[in-house]
């Protein structure tokens, strides 16, 4: 095992929770582009009690870069909204779990952050993508956040309670997994990077998907958006990338949807009384596209892999190569006994469970 600080040990256990949770959230298909369970709030939540708030403030970025490296939306206004609803949850979260003085149950806080995660991204969606129309989504979009909420608080509260890799994180005797990145060694464990050609290089991605986003955000002709969009879904697919066809079409079909609610311009049809308008339909579409092109430009840049500097590499290496120790072994998940399983995992214990 490596041998790092209580705090840096406990930061990169709960980031590479945060990267493996939004992967798990990402694959759960959902109506809305910024419509989240939560699920990646598990690891804030268990940290409130055991990090100081410099170090819970770098997990909650790091939180928000790995939702937006897994959803592929770290270049688009997705990435806002997680991040608005991140930091508002985790906020309020901290101060409701200040370490050493907690009051409420995991439960409380976990409801709390999630009311406070979505009244931010209801707020960004009002006055960003759907008008006055968000507001009818306000209701289940509450409903949804307060009962996921609800359920991953009750199961921090069980977890909490019994987990042994929990309490050594607590008591200051855990430890990262053995072939976890070592900065000291210069060296990182896992299999070697990919060979980059200019193609792949980092900087001739971001200038192209850069260009990219540029004629997609600026133009205002959706037969000019809709070549950028296939455009980046082609280079995407190229590259070995899967694209999700039912979730697009979801996505793009309650974009477009919620901006009929407002009507505006030529009505085209009145199905049932209600009236479809040709300025509704076109924003509608122009924003769909927008959101879906987004995703496909940022999925393809950040195909290209990249590494930061300094402290902050470091952090990412670690959660990195911790991300990569729990993916391998996932399927020792055990959905009848959750908690002991999941401590088999973390602690590195490889019998199998009885």
Known sequence: MIRSSRTEIATAWFGALCFFLSAVEYLIPKPLPFLRLGLANLPIMLATEILPLPAFAVLVLVKILAQGLIGGTLFSYIFLFSA??????????YLLALPGKRRISYAGISVAGAFASNAAQLGMARWYIFGPSAWYIAPPFLAVGAVSGLLLGLFANRFASRSQW????????GSLPKDAFDPDSGAQTGPAARKQGFFNAPAFRAAAG????????????PAIQGAVVAAAAVLLICDGGKISSVPALVMTAGIIGFNLLTPFGKV?????????????????????LTVEGMLFISRWMMKSGFRLPG?????????????????????????????A????????DETEPR
Request: no cysteine.
């Open 84 to 93: 608005a609803g991140t930091l508002s949850s985790a906020l309020l979260m």
């Open 166 to 173: 929990l309490e050594g994180l607590r008591s200051g005797t």
């Open 210 to 221: 850069f260009a990219f986003l540029g004629v997609l955000l600026f133009s205002d002709n």
């Open 268 to 288: 085209l049809y009145q199905p049932f009384g209600l009236p479809i308008t040709e300025g509704a339909l076109l924003s509608g579409i122009q924003k769909a």
């Open 311 to 339: 402290k902050p590499g470091e952090l990412i290496a670690r959660v990195l190569s911790i991300l990569g120790y729990l993916t391998a072994r996932k399927s020792r998940f055990d959905p009848k006994e959750p908690i």
């Open 341 to 348: 399983s999941i401590d088999r995992i973390m602690l590195g």
